[in-house]
């Protein structure tokens, strides 16, 4: 398999780019955002709370945790899915999950040394009113991405679920081609 489009929304966003800047031969582009990045690390909510607490023993039930930050997303998120996103968080798998963004503040120094190094083309797509991971995070990836593309959507922190004709129309025009030319709006 030759290079391939990667999309990673939130968590996906470091680990895409990490691949991008260690291994630019598998990537072709990458469609990315409403990842936590900017240094000093600009979070707020729940995604601040977690990264910041000493540890997760407060985390006792996922569904009670996470529920309301499911409940938040404007339109509400339909009850299957809602479901579904707690089943993947039952037990201590939150906890366990929540490790990742923990390593944000000891990890993402060195993947932000790297930005500038990255060819790959790069769309930006996130939420304009995140509250968890603020748009700062995206301008501060654009300004040291060297190939890169803002596509903000009117949305909070899942911009994918909110808006989710807008965020496949993004992806889509990109993928048919936008990513030859990132540079341009």
Known sequence: MGPVHLVGPDVGTSALLWAAAT???????????????????????????????????????SAQTLGPVYDAIPGGTPAEIKADYLASYAGDRFAES?????????????????????QTPVLLMSGANDELVPLVNAEFLHARLPHSRMGMLQAGHFAWEELPDQYAAGLT????GGWQHPETL
């Open 173 to 176: 025009d990109w993928i048919a």
């Open 98 to 118: 929540a490790r990742y963004v923990r390593s944000y503040p000891a990890e993402l120094p060195p993947l932000v040394a790297s930005l500038a190094t990255i």
């Open 23 to 61: 291994n630019p031969q598998l990537v072709r582009s990458l469609v990315i955002g409403g990842g936590a990045m900017a240094l000093p690390l600009q979070t707020g909510g729940a995604l601040k709370t977690i990264i910041e607490a000493p540890n997760m023993d407060w985390v006792t039930d």
